[in-house]
């Protein structure tokens, strides 16, 4: 399983759980040494997990951390691209336009350059799924978060529009 946002919140949640279930992990963060830490405080060796240092919102490293996996662990069966962020954001105020950009670069853009190494070997294996984290707050905007509802509305959409994409090739395309 390799899941990006693995070092806090549902992202450490889903590597527990993912190892509980025996799965070999490979988990991403910006905060690499924390993950680190956190696999040898459960026992992890390096067969069982690495750790990747990786930001999703830079699109060379996001991309170069997938590409890493396959070198090292092989091709994964689960693809999470769980690394988000949320912040108040007021279309009022200029200095708020760059909040949403780095909101969307992180929760869509992302999320569809964690996908992109994984694709033609999942479409080439013709099994896989990939796992994207959407939000209710896609579906229904909330005031004062435009940038984070706007982020899930285009995350849900993305994951609908590959899903229809990956059908044929066997690969599931999850939305949360």
Same mark, same amino acid.
């Given at each position: 399983?390799?899941?990006?946002?693995?070092?806090?919140?549902?992202?450490?949640?889903?590597?527990?759980?993912?190892?509980?279930?025996?799965?070999?992990?490979?988990?991403?963060?910006? *905060?690499?040494?924390?993950?680190?830490?956190?696999?040898?405080?459960?026992?992890?060796?390096?067969?069982?997990?690495?750790?990747?240092?990786?930001?999703?919102?830079?699109?060379?490293?996001?991309?170069?951390?997938? *590409? *890493?996996?396959?070198?090292?662990?092989?091709?994964?069966?689960?693809?999470?691209?769980?690394?988000?962020?949320?912040?108040?954001?007021?279309?009022?105020?200029?200095?708020?336009?760059?909040?949403?950009?780095?909101?969307?670069?992180?929760?869509?853009?992302?999320?569809?350059?964690?996908?992109?190494?994984?694709?033609?070997?999942?479409?080439?294996? *013709?099994?896989?799924?990939?796992?994207?984290?959407?939000?209710?707050?896609?579906?229904?905007?909330?005031?004062?978060?435009?940038?984070?509802?706007?982020?899930?509305?285009?995350?849900?959409?993305?994951?609908?529009?590959?899903?229809?994409?990956?059908?044929?090739?066997?690969?599931?395309?999850?939305?949360?």
């Amino acid at each position: 399983a390799y899941i990006t946002g693995a070092s806090s919140g549902i992202g450490l949640a889903l590597a527990e759980r993912f190892s509980r279930a025996g799965y070999r992990l490979a988990l991403v963060a910006r *905060r690499a040494n924390e993950m680190t830490a956190w696999a040898q405080a459960q026992g992890l060796d390096a067969e069982r997990c690495t750790v990747y240092a990786a930001d999703v919102r830079d699109i060379d490293s996001i991309t170069a951390a997938g *590409r *890493r996996c396959l070198l090292t662990q092989g091709l994964p069966d689960v693809v999470i691209a769980n690394a988000g962020i949320s912040e108040g954001f007021d279309t009022a105020e200029f200095a708020d336009l760059a909040v949403l950009r780095d909101i969307l670069e992180t929760n869509l853009i992302g999320l569809a350059a964690t996908f992109q190494p994984f694709l033609h070997p999942l479409r080439e294996r *013709r099994a896989g799924t990939l796992v994207g984290m959407a939000s209710v707050a896609g579906v229904r905007g909330l005031p004062g978060h435009g940038a984070y509802c706007s982020s899930k509305a285009g995350a849900i959409s993305y994951c609908e529009s590959l899903r229809g994409e990956c059908r044929s090739f066997g690969i599931k395309v999850v939305t949360i």
